[in-house]
Nanobody, 117 residues
């Protein structure tokens, strides 16, 4: 059974930091590019950050300079650190796994992040 379980969401004050984690199982984690997406109400999911199987990272312009994605292949885990969060970071955040070649895709159930004072 494939599982991607996000954690770390919740309420954070503007200017603060958040760290999201996604613990996975049921597939060969080291063969998958890992990404974080987020979704605002009424909008399509948008890519926040991605890290390839080789460790190459990419970030959306909206978080560039504030975010850092990392992976731990020994723990089958991907994390997202976002500093200086803004109210517009409020969204449901989803963990995504995509096979580097076969392109099969898995999603987590999401974790809510709310940035508010």
């Amino acid at each position: 059974q494939v599982q991607l379980v996000e954690s770390g969401g919740g309420l954070v004050q503007p200017g603060g930091s958040l760290r999201l984690s996604c613990v996975t199982s049921g597939f060969t984690f080291s063969s998958y590019d890992m990404s974080w997406y987020r979704q605002f109400p009424g909008k399509e999911r948008e890519l926040v950050a991605t890290i390839s199987i080789g460790g190459t990272t990419k970030y959306a312009d909206s978080v560039k300079g504030r975010a850092a994605i990392s992976r731990d292949d020994g723990k089958n885990t991907v994390s997202l650190q976002v500093n200086n969060v803004r109210p517009e970071d409020t969204a449901m955040y989803y963990c995504n796994a995509r096979h580097s070649f076969i392109r099969s895709t898995y999603w987590g159930q999401g974790t809510q992040v709310t940035v508010s004072s």
